[in-house]
């Protein structure tokens, strides 16, 4: 299950970026699960990842190559159907192996290689497969190959995304692309699943890095199908400077905020294409919260509905079960709520005022606002200017089996 359209944009090249897609038989035999990026020398790179302590692997060794090559990397290694975390030092081993043989197939220093990988956590990472499959990847390696990339790097996700942006500025034209996958295991707290974007322009690598991580917060971070953040989370934004402009060295200036906005777009897009095919989703949520004394408190809001079972299962059987979205937010722990002060809006159909139900609210209102595939919660706290989104899904039946049945 999914909601909104399935169909992949256009995604446009970004000049200094190839990508090769190819099968390594990781999980299954003949699905394309492997997937090879190069950027061109001098091409700057910024990333975050997870904050999971427990950590995979791929993201210890691409968080060291990172620092080592300066953050310059030549190639981006991503392996599906094996997460390569909780495998102690000899997944650390096994993704050092494949980096070093992806820098013998290129002849690059094995620093330039950042490896990533997505799946099953706790099994040993087949290593010879993937090193088998690397010539073929390397052969592979397009200009347009995003949109067999977004489908080479999906796990449980029903369809590939991506999203991609042109721009002018200043006489000149610029490209921002980005895919990504994920559907179960989402709240990123730090960036997504897997996510690689890509820009032709020249940024500094501080601005850069400034950039993704803004980029990140209001996209990627405000998501959540399940509340769980993987050990296995990264973003990486590439910029090759293949569009020949001065390097980006401030954030200030015309170039800098079209470029931020091109970026915003593609993540926010990429971002809201992971909950709309959440594992088992057959809503798409809005939680919008207005009126809070801080951002943080409108997120901490925001948030305990989204991660709220109850509502969410409410959500998958179209029943406007308004209370239970009234005692999430009054657990959300924000001192001194005035509840009398509180309005909750469902669709635009207003449910509760006055710490009660709105006198002009009809249970058949609710049942028609739940109708249909994509729903707005609006929750006004009456306490400031301050104001948050997030996007999340429902819980249903599919999501429980999946899940049950995710290593069988």
């Given amino acids: 299950m999914a909601t909104g359209p399935d169909t992949l944009p256009e995604l446009h090249p970004v000049p200094g970026i190839r990508l090769g897609t190819v099968s390594a038989g990781i999980k299954t035999a003949g699905r394309r699960d492997l997937v090879l990026v190069e950027a061109a020398p001098g091409t700057r790179c910024a990333a975050v990842f997870t904050r999971n302590a427990f950590c995979a692997a791929p993201v210890t060794v691409a968080r060291e190559h990172l620092a080592a090559c300066a953050g310059q990397p030549r190639y981006l290694l991503v392996n599906t159907g094996n997460a390569n975390a909780g495998t102690g030092q000899a997944g650390i081993d096994d993704a050092r192996t494949c980096a070093r043989a992806v820098a013998q197939q290129a002849a690059v220093e094995a620093a330039a290689v950042l490896p990533f990988s997505t799946g099953v956590i706790g099994e040993p990472l087949p290593v010879q497969p993937i090193v088998d499959a690397l010539p073929a990847a390397y052969d ?163 948030f305990t ?20 979205v009234l005692a999430a937010i009054g657990r959300a722990g924000i001192d001194d709520l005035d509840v009398a002060r509180v309005a909750l809006f469902l669709n635009e159909v207003l449910i509760a005022e006055g710490g009660c139900r709105a006198a002009s609210y009809s249970e058949e209102q609710g049942v028609a606002a739940m109708a249909p595939e994509d729903i707005v919660l609006r929750v006004e706290l009456g306490r400031g200017d301050a104001a948050a989104t997030v996007w999340t899904s429902d819980f249903s039946y599919d999501y429980v089996k999946i899940n049950a049945e995710y290593r069988t």
Wanted: charge should be negative; proline fraction near 2%.
């Fill in 140 to 302: 592979a390696l397009r200009e347009d190959g995003w949109a067999a990339a977004a489908a080479g790097i999906m796990t449980t996700d029903t369809r590939p995304k991506g999203s991609s942006v042109r721009f002018e500025c200043a006489g000149r034209h610029y490209t921002v692309t980005g895919i990504a996958k994920g559907a179960g295991m989402i709240r990123p707290n730090m960036a997504t699943m897997l996510a690689y974007l890509a820009t032709d322009a020249a940024v500094h690598a501080d601005v850069l890095q400034a950039m993704l991580r803004r980029a990140v917060e209001l996209s990627f971070n405000r998501i959540t199908v399940d509340g769980d953040t993987s050990t296995n989370d990264a973003c990486v934004l590439l910029a090759t400077g293949a569009a020949g402009n001065a390097e980006l060295a401030r954030q200030e200036g015309a170039l800098y905020a079209a470029l931020s906005e091109a970026l915003l777009a593609v993540c926010v897009d990429l971002a809201t294409g992971l909950v709309r095919d959440g594992e088992g989703a057959s809503k798409f949520v809005t939680v919008q919260v207005n009126g809070g004394a801080s951002e943080q408190e409108c997120l901490d809001v925001a």
């Fill in 305 to 324: 509905i989204a991660h709220s079972p109850l509502v969410k299962t409410a959500l998958f059987a179209s029943d406007p079960n308004w209370g239970r």
